[in-house]
Structures are given as structure tokens and as C-alpha cells.
């Protein structure tokens, strides 16, 4: 299938694309944390560069199949997920997130310090095993899984606890235990994305994976519409082809992109596709939305 | 020498504490993290620099001006891109906050390039022995213009009625609007003293490192961020302990030996603050209601 790909895009597309998918995986799991279960995290890149560098030495040490590499690239991360969730999950709202970015930081200085990761030289040489028919399959693999995730007995649980965390731990469910696999979920997907970034890349830094990255995919998932899976992956093919577009305006780029996001917050507040339904929008049978639909987000 | 580390600490935290004001103001009152507040600072670094290169102004001149400009941009930052956002979701200022700290990070570099410039020279430096400590005129002068600039502020936020308008609206923002108090106005002051501070802190840091550069604004924003949160975020002397605590700290982990780390010792220490009080040194602990 790549070689089909190839027939009708050139390198530069597909890697764009490549990227794109990767991006939307890592999107899509952040969205189960702050989108869905409303909690804060302003770590997402530390999470991806735990996956990143994870399967990247698998890859170049232990010379493992690829597949085994993301496996545990997630597993990995998952695991520092739930290591980070377990003492900071009972923080609320903004002091969550302040504890996940300075995690973030954290991770990204150790980093730079540990001899296995290759420190500020950073890790090169990995080989090059991501293709774009994987990633769009784990792409739809990804859609499908939180589509279903979110539709089921610990899907609603979680919105639960974004809407009211005392109502629902009144209505019997386990805060503590709920929020923590949604951080293990979440964190998952973001390490198998980081997978698939070092091996597309081939090459690591921790400076790649700043906080300023980590804000990057908030700001996806908020402009898409905070809570909705097409909103996360509406705002992130749009925030993420943005500079590829702009490139014409060369030096500019970056500063047009950056009141972009002003622009398109003051006239969407509430993100792309916040309130909308798409099945609604889809039905015959047209349905006033009303503005009491859920609007989702961390508050 | 222990004594002469903690000194360089204090006039380390001391900037920090400058710009940690700013956070914590402006969250005490429309729970907002300003994450373009590290982009004033570096701004009014800039504009300080301008001063005294292009009107060959002196430091006090310079340093008024820098405030002074980071006043306008902070209101106007306030009026264009928060104000529309007040009454949505929580992460929407914060998203718009970060795509102006984008845009004024490539502003800056496409204006004085990426590379870091040296802050042009204004004074002798001179170092004063004081028994087993030595203390240099310029850390002199930003211990003696951080603790005006705090005097001050402290002077307004008690005893004029604007910093009174401050402190019912960081009590209750509903309420205080109920009473009177016009809010638009106390959010737009605001903003103008912390961006002042910002600036102030900016330019001194650049006075004492001898650099500015366009991407000053990260790591010193996210740190003071870090200390206003230690100190417990809403709180003015939070803000102020925490500048100084981040800064002891700092300055004493790199002449321990964790030069390398230097950038995660703000963090660790805040994670673990946070951990055993979730609020903050000085934070009012969050009640619930149900």
C-alpha cells in the first residue's frame, strides 16, 4: 500500500501525513485526559519522548522487532503515567496540570543528562520502520478504540467525573482508580505516537520534546472542541497542516500561526466543533441544539 | 562559601520574584495563567536595551520606559486577547494566551534575530566586601530596585483604593462587581502592574546576566510561574517567598554540583511542595462544595 502512496504523493507529502497520523494518536490520547475525564496535563510531549526514546533503544540495543519496540513504548509510558497519576491525580484542576508540566520538565532534563539517551548530542540512527499505511491503520485503530471507550460503563464514568467529581464518587465510582487508568490510557497512546516519531524521525532530542510541544497538543484538542474525538481530530489536522501551508510566508509563518490560535479561540471559545454533534448535524430529523449540551474541559 | 551563594541566590530570586508577582496577580483574579507574561518580560528586556543604545538614555530612564511600554502591552494583551474569553472555558484564555507568547517570541527574533545580544554597557561594576561576602553594584542595585518595585505594590495593594478593588475582586469577582467595583478596570490595572514588574524584572536581568535574548522569556517565565505556585498562586508575599526560595535554591544546586540539573530543581522542589501542601507555602486551601 505504501508503494501506492507513493505513486501519487511525493516524499514531502507523505511525510507531513506520516506525521499528521502520529500526531493524532498523541492528540486522541491527551483527549481522553483532559478532553473526557477533564484532567488537566501539561506533560503530553515528556510522555511522547518516554515512548520515543523507549522504542528507540529496543530498536537500536536490543534489535527488536518494531512491533515489540511500540508495545513497550506504550507500556513504558503507560507505566510513568500511572507513577505520575497516583501522587498527583488528588491535586485539582490547575495545580494538576502545574504538576505535570514541571514532570515534563523534569523528564526532559534527565534526558538530556542520561547516557543511554545520548544527553544534548541526542540519539540517532534509528532505523526507519513507521510507513503511512501503519500509521493511518493505528490511526483508525485509535479512532475506533476511543470511540468505543467512550461509550462504555467506564467511558460515561469519566465524564462523570468531569462534570461533578463529588456526584460521581456519590454515585459509587472509584475516583481515584477511574482517573488513573484514564492517565495510564492516555499516556499510552502518547507513548506508542512517540514510538512512531523516533522511527520516522530517526533521530532524538529531548529539546524536541519541550513544553512548548506539550502545549502544542493542548491547544489542538481545545480548538478542535475539548471532550469531542472529531473536534481533537479536526483541531489537530488544522494546527498541524497550518505551518505546512503557511510555509509561503516564510519568516512570518510562526508569528501568523501564533494569532491564529488568538483569532480562532476569541471566535470559536469553545473550539471548532464544541456543542456541535455531528450526528446531529447528520440526522434527518433536524434537532434545535440547545446550549445546555455538555461543553466539556477541565474547570 | 555558603553565605556568598545565598546572596547571588537572593538577587537571583529577587527577579524571579518580579515576574512571579505578575502570575499571581492576574490567576488571583481571573484564574488565569498568563503563559505571555515570560514573552513581556522579554520584551520590556528589549525595550530597555533600545533605550540605552538608540536614545542613550540611563538605567532609571531605561527601566521607566520598559515599564511603561510593557504597561501598554499588557492591557492591550488584556483587552484583545483575554476579555473576549472571560466568561468561556477555562482553557480557552490559556490557549489564546499561549498563541500570543508564539507570536511574540518570532516577532522579537524576525525584529533582533535568534542569537542573544549583549545588554549594552551603562555603568562601572564595582564589588563591595562585606565581611566574608562580596556583593557587586549590580546585584546592589536589583536588590534595592526589587524591593522598592515590592514596597510599592505592597503600599497599593493595601492602602489605595485600586489595590483594595484588587483584593475584593481576587476574594470574590461576582460579588465585588455586585458592590460597585468596576472589574474591567481592576483586571486592566492589573495587568499594567504586573506587566511592570515583568519588565523591570527583565531589564535587570539582563543587566545582570549581560544578555537578552528573544527566548529569555521561557525558561525565566516558566520558573517564576513555578514560584508563584510554590508560594501559592493568588498570594502577593506567596509570590515574593517563592521568587526567593526558587532562587536560593537554584543557586545553591548548581554550586552543589547539579549544574547539569539546574533547570529541574525548580520543579522537583515545586512537585514536592505541592504534594504535602496542595496549595502552596501561603496558598488558602481549595473548599469543596458540594
Not at chain 1, 497520523?21 to 515528556?46: E, M, P, R
Not at chain 1, 476569541?266 to 433536524?286: D, N, T
Not at chain 2, 531589564?203 to 525558561?219: D, K, Q
Request: with cysteine; aromatic share 10%; glycine share 12%.
Amino acid at each position: 500500500m505504501d508503494s501506492i502512496f507513493s505513486m501519487f504523493l511525493n516524499d514531502y507529502y507523505i511525510q507531513v501525513l506520516t506525521m499528521l497520523g502520529i500526531y493524532l494518536i498523541a492528540a486522541l490520547g491527551l483527549n481522553l485526559i483532559t478532553g473526557v475525564t477533564g484532567q488537566l496535563s501539561f506533560g503530553h510531549a515528556a510522555f511522547l519522548s518516554i515512548g520515543a526514546y523507549t522504542s528507540a533503544i529496543i530498536s537500536l540495543k536490543l534489535q527488536l522487532p518494531f512491533v515489540v519496540a511500540l508495545l513497550a513504548a506504550g507500556l513504558m509510558t503507560a507505566i510513568w503515567g500511572i507513577l505520575l497519576g497516583y501522587p498527583t491525580l488528588r491535586l485539582t484542576g490547575d495545580y494538576l496540570g502545574i504538576a505535570t508540566l514541571g514532570f515534563g520538565e523534569i523528564v526532559r532534563v534527565v534526558f538530556l543528562n542520561m547516557k543511554i539517551t545520548g544527553g544534548a548530542l541526542g540519539l540517532a540512527g534509528i532505523p526507519r520502520s513507521t510507513s503511512l499505511t501503519m500509521v493511518i491503520i493505528l490511526v483508525f485503530i485509535t479512532i475506533l478504540a476511543m470511540f468505543r471507550l467512550e461509550n462504555s460503563r467506564f467511558g460515561r464514568s469519566l465524564i462523570a467525573i468531569r462534570e461533578d467529581e463529588i456526584a460521581a464518587e456519590a454515585m459509587g465510582i472509584n475516583i481515584t482508580k477511574t482517573k488513573i487508568t484514564a492517565f495510564a490510557l492516555g499516556t499510552f497512546f502518547a507513548g506508542v505516537g512517540g514510538g512512531l516519531y523516533a522511527h520516522l524521525i530517526q533521530y532524538l532530542n529531548p529539546q524536541d520534546f519541550g513544553f512548548v510541544k506539550s502545549f502544542d497538543f493542548l491547544a489542538f484538542i481545545v480548538l478542535g472542541g475539548l471532550g469531542s474525538i472529531p473536534g481533537a481530530i479536526l483541531g489537530t489536522t488544522v494546527l498541524t497542516l497550518a505551518p505546512e501551508f503557511l510555509r509561503f510566508v516564510a519568516d512570518y509563518r510562526m508569528m501568523i500561526y501564533g494569532l491564529l490560535m488568538v483569532f480562532m479561540m476569541i471566535v470559536r471559545p469553545r473550539g471548532l466543533l464544541g456543542g456541535v454533534k455531528l450526528s446531529r448535524l447528520f440526522a434527518k430529523k433536524k434537532v434545535q441544539t440547545t446550549g445546555t449540551s455538555a461543553s466539556g474541559g477541565a474547570n | 562559601m555558603l553565605s556568598q551563594q545565598i546572596l547571588n541566590g537572593i538577587t537571583l530570586g529577587a527577579t524571579y520574584a518580579l515576574i512571579a508577582l505578575g502570575y499571581t496577580m492576574v490567576y488571583g483574579i481571573i484564574q488565569l495563567i498568563n503563559f505571555a507574561h515570560g514573552e513581556i518580560y522579554m520584551v520590556g528586556a528589549f525595550v530597555g536595551v533600545f533605550m540605552i543604545t538608540v536614545f542613550q538614555q540611563g538605567l532609571v530612564v531605561s527601566l521607566a520606559a520598559a515599564m511603561l511600554a510593557c504597561v501598554i502591552m499588557g492591557v492591550t494583551i488584556e483587552r484583545f486577547a483575554y476579555r473576549p474569553l472571560r466568561r468561556s472555558t477555562r482553557l480557552a484564555p490559556l490557549i489564546s494566551a499561549i498563541g500570543l507568547s508564539i507570536f511574540l517570541q518570532t516577532l522579537m527574533t524576525k525584529i533582533k534575530g535568534p542569537q542573544p545580544i549583549p545588554f549594552p554597557h551603562v555603568m562601572e561594576d564595582a564589588l563591595y566586601k562585606l565581611g566574608p561576602i562580596e556583593i557587586s553594584k549590580v546585584q546592589i542595585i536589583i536588590l534595592v530596585v526589587a524591593s522598592l518595585l515590592m514596597a510599592g505594590l505592597h503600599f497599593i495593594v493595601k492602602y489605595v483604593k485600586i489595590g483594595k478593588a484588587m483584593r475584593a475582586a481576587s476574594e470574590d469577582y461576582d460579588t465585588s462587581a455586585l458592590m460597585g467595583i468596576n472589574v474591567n478596570r481592576v483586571i486592566s490595572f492589573t495587568f499594567a502592574i504586573g506587566s511592570s514588574l515583568a519588565a523591570a524584572g527583565g531589564v535587570l536581568v539582563g543587566l545582570y546576566f549581560n544578555s537578552v535574548s528573544p527566548f529569555m522569556g521561557v525558561t525565566a517565565g516558566l520558573k517564576a510561574f513555578c514560584a508563584a505556585v510554590l508560594g501559592g498562586i493568588g498570594s502577593i508575599p506567596g509570590a515574593m517567598l517563592g521568587g526567593l526560595f526558587i532562587g536560593v535554591a537554584e543557586t545553591l544546586g548548581i554550586a552543589g554540583g547539579f549544574d547539569t540539573y539546574k533547570d529541574a530543581i525548580a520543579f522537583t522542589l515545586l512537585i514536592i511542595v505541592l504534594l504535602f501542601r496542595p496549595t502552596g507555602l501561603l496558598g488558602r486551601p481549595i473548599q469543596k462544595k458540594v
